[in-house]
C-alpha cells in the first residue's frame, strides 16, 4: 500500500538556521503530496501541496519540491524562527474526489531554540 | 473560516464500554474523515463519507463503526472498547471538487480506555 516516511522523528535548531525535514513516499500511482504543520492541542494545519514532478509547493517560508525520480518531497527552510517550533507531517493523498484520504508520516517535531 | 468541531475533547471509558464521538462541520464540505494519532504512526485514517447516509472503509476500521446523518454530522461509535483504542482521534472535512483541496481538522479527542 501507499506509505510515506520521515526519517527524522526530532529535530533541535537555533533560530536563523536551515532546516531540512526529509520526506520520502511510495506509491502505486502518481500521488498529490502535502506538507501539514501541527501545533499544540491544535489539528494539523495544511501548509502547501505539490501534484506534478519538479513542482514546488511553499507557504510561510517553507518549500518542497516534488521529486518522481527519488520518490521525495523534502521540507526546508532557510531560516528558522522560535515560532516554526511544531510538528510537521508529510502525507500523500489520492487524485480527484478522494484527495482527502491521506496517508501520513509519522511526523517530525521540531524544536527551534531562541 | 472553515469549522470542524469534536465533541467531546475527552473521555475515559472502560474496557468493553460504548463511546460515541461527535463531529459537525460548517464549511459545507461533501467529505467527512475520522483518524487517528499515535506515536510513531502519525495519523490514520479510519472511516470516511462523501455525503449523508454514505460510509467509506479507511486503512484502520477494525473495531470501529462510523455514521453520518447529514451533511454536518458525523459520528465514531466504539462499542467494545479496547485498550488499544486509547488514541487521539480527530475529524476533518474537504470539498475536493472545488478549487480548494485544502483538509480541515477539528481540535481532536483525547481517548482513553482503562
Known amino acids: 500500500g501507499d506509505s510515506v516516511t520521515q526519517t527524522e522523528g526530532q529535530v533541535a535548531l537555533s533560530e536563523e538556521d536551515f532546516l531540512t525535514i526529509h520526506c520520502n513516499y511510495s506509491?502505486?500511482?502518481?500521488?498529490?503530496l502535502f506538507w501539514y504543520v501541527q501545533y499544540p492541542g491544535e489539528g494539523p494545519q495544511f501548509l502547501f501541496r505539490?501534484?506534478?514532478?519538479?513542482e514546488k509547493g511553499s507557504s510561510r517560508g517553507f518549500e518542497a519540491t516534488y521529486d518522481k525520480g527519488t520518490t521525495s518531497f523534502h521540507l526546508r527552510k532557510a531560516s528558522v524562527q522560535e515560532s516554526d517550533s511544531a510538528v510537521y507531517y508529510c502525507?500523500?493523498?489520492?487524485?480527484?474526489?478522494?484527495?482527502?484520504?491521506?496517508?501520513f508520516g509519522a511526523g517530525t517535531q521540531l524544536i527551534v531554540i531562541p | 473560516e472553515a469549522a470542524v468541531t469534536q465533541s467531546p475533547r475527552n473521555k475515559v471509558t472502560v474496557t468493553g464500554g460504548n463511546v460515541t464521538l461527535s463531529c459537525r462541520q460548517t464549511?459545507?464540505?461533501?467529505?467527512m474523515y475520522w483518524y487517528r494519532q499515535d506515536t510513531g504512526h502519525g495519523l490514520r485514517l479510519i472511516h470516511y463519507?462523501?455525503?449523508?447516509?454514505?460510509?467509506q472503509i479507511g486503512d484502520v476500521p477494525d473495531g470501529y463503526k462510523a455514521t453520518r446523518t447529514t451533511q454536518e454530522d458525523f459520528f465514531l461509535l466504539l462499542e467494545l472498547a479496547s485498550p488499544s483504542q486509547t488514541s487521539l482521534y480527530f475529524c476533518?472535512?474537504?470539498?475536493?471538487?472545488?478549487?480548494?483541496?485544502?483538509?480541515?481538522f477539528g481540535k481532536g479527542t483525547r481517548l482513553t480506555v482503562v
Open positions: 476533518a472535512s474537504s470539498d475536493p471538487q472545488g478549487s480548494n483541496t485544502e483538509v480541515f
Open positions: 506509491a502505486s500511482g502518481y500521488p498529490a
Open positions: 505539490a501534484s506534478r514532478d519538479k
Open positions: 502525507a500523500l493523498g489520492d487524485r480527484g474526489s478522494a484527495l482527502g484520504r491521506l496517508h
Open positions: 464549511n459545507s464540505h461533501n467529505y
Open positions: 463519507s462523501y455525503g449523508a447516509g454514505n460510509l
